[in-house]
C-alpha cells in the first residue's frame, strides 16, 4: 500500500498589505506572490494564522532571487516617464511669479520715492547734457556730502537683482519642463512670463544707454 504525501497549507500574513493569504508547505521560506498586493514576500515555515475562510492562495516565483524578469505581471499599470507629474514646470511658474511680486515691491517703494527719483532723473538729464556718465552722475548725486546712499536705493538695488535672478531660473525651467508632455500650458505660461520680464529688463537698459 502506497501512501501520498499530502501537503499542507501554511497561512499567514503578507508582509506588505496585511492581507491572510495562504500557501503549500513546500513553498516554505521561498518567494511567492501575494494575490491582493502583487508584492514579493517569502512564506514562513508553519502557519501564524488560524484557519481562515476564503484565504486566496499565493503565486509561488520560479527559484531564485525576486527580480523583474521572474516576479509576475502586476495588474496595475505601471508608471512611465510621461506618466510622471511634471512638478518642473510648477516649479517654472512659481519661480515667475515670483518674480512678478518682487517687481510689483520694486514698483511700490519706487512709488513711495517718486520725489526723489526726479531729481535723481533730473540730475542725469543735466549731467548727460555735459558729457558725463550716468554711473558718475548718480555717484555723485549719492555722495557722502548728501547724505550717502539711501537705504530704499539699496532695497531696490537688491530686489531688482532678486527679480532678474527669479526670471533667469523660471525661464531655465520653463524650457526644461517643455521637453515633457505634461503640463506643458505651466511651462508655456512661465516662460511667457520670464522671457517678457526679461525683454522689457533688457529693452530698458538699452534705451537708457542709448
Known sequence: MTLVSRSMAIRFQCGACSQPIEIDDEWALKA??????????????????DDVSAIPTASPLPAGPASPMNMPASPYPAMTPDSHPNVIAVVALALAVGAIVVVLIVLGVSAAHANDLLALQEAIEQGAKQGQSQVQIAMDYFS????????WVIVVGLFQFAALGLALAALACGLFALT?????????????????????????VLFQFA
Open 32 to 49: 511567492v506572490a501575494c494575490p491582493y498586493c502583487r508584492k514579493t514576500v517569502t512564506a514562513p515555515v508553519e502557519s501564524t494564522l
Open 144 to 151: 557722502a556730502d548728501a547724505g550717502g546712499v539711501p537705504g
Open 180 to 204: 515633457r508632455k505634461r503640463r506643458r500650458g505651466l511651462a508655456i505660461g512661465a516662460v511667457a512670463i520670464s522671457g517678457g520680464y526679461l525683454f522689457l529688463s533688457c529693452a530698458n
